[in-house]
């Protein structure tokens, strides 16, 4: 069964109004490559605003968060009621600023994951390893157990999308190669096939994060197991457009 690719744009804790206009207005007047699923996920304030600006039926709104909790006194988190509320069907959950800033644990990230899919909400799932636990060798065993983590809440995977963003690529410009990145999604894609079932690791969507603009976006898109992309700064910039394009 052919993957249906994927990208999503993560704007992070960047942008005004005026910037996020610029960005969506980009978005609506670009010509998308019509088999590519795309969400942009702008902060929490803005989204009924992105929402309400976008034109373009092709892209959709995620957050870039919610809480596994009905609504509640909990100071500064979003409920998926409320994302209901506002017609979003899709948050990232588990993005390692929130795991390493913000000391998100694999378990919480889990529960959180649960909470959203069995409340209707789709999930980009992310996982990825440190440049320390790379050079020790030990980026399949870290993925593999932050997998793990997951699959003890969570059984449906029909709406999760899991995204490979090792740490040392994010932001940096360091890019991993094809090569990396496709060790890591196949890997990944077997650990789903042998822990979960073969149906689940042939259908899920692995998308790659990492500093991926539009001059590597189409050399990485190649790769048997990328089935897209998550990007963060190259989101905010007209370049997005190839990168969503970039499997044309
Ligand atoms: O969520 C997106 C990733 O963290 C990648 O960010 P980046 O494209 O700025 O490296």
């Known amino acids: 069964m052919a ?17 996020l206009k610029a960005i969506v207005e980009n978005l609506n007047n670009a010509q998308l490559d019509s088999n590519a699923e795309v969400v942009i996920a702008p902060p929490a304030l803005y989204l009924d605003f992105v929402k309400q600006n976008l034109k373009n039926s092709k892209v959709e709104v995620a957050a870039q968060n919610v809480f596994n909790k009905p609504n509640g006194a909990f100071t500064g ?9 506002l017609g979003i069907k899709w948050t990232i959950l588990g993005h390692s600023e929130r ?14 994951t649960k909470y959203a899919l069995d409340n209707g909400i789709s999930v980009i799932w992310c996982c990825g390893e440190s440049k320390d636990t790379r050079q020790a060798g030990e980026t399949i065993k870290f993925v593999e157990n932050q997998l793990a983590a997951l699959a003890k809440e969570i059984s449906d995977w029909k709406n999760v999308v899991v995204a490979y963003e090792p740490i040392w690529a994010i932001g940096t410009g360091l890019v991993a190669t094809k090569e990396q990145a496709q060790e890591v999604h196949a890997a990944i894609r077997s650990w789903l096939k042998k822990n979960v079932n073969e149906k689940v690791a042939e259908e899920t969507r692995i998308l790659y994060g990492g500093s991926v603009n539009a001059k590597n976006c189409k050399d990485l898109a190649k790769e048997e197991d990328i ?13 997005f457009v190839e990168i969503i394009n970039s499997k044309q």
């Open 3 to 19: 993957r249906q690719f994927f990208v999503g744009g993560n704007f992070k804790m960047n942008g005004t109004q005026k910037d």
């Open 77 to 85: 988190e979003i409920s998926v009621s409320q994302l209901q509320d």
């Open 99 to 112: 795991r390493n800033e913000l000391g998100e644990s694999d378990e919480f990230v889990a529960s959180k």
């Open 227 to 239: 089935d897209g992309f998550l990007v963060g700064g190259a989101s905010l910039k007209p370049e």
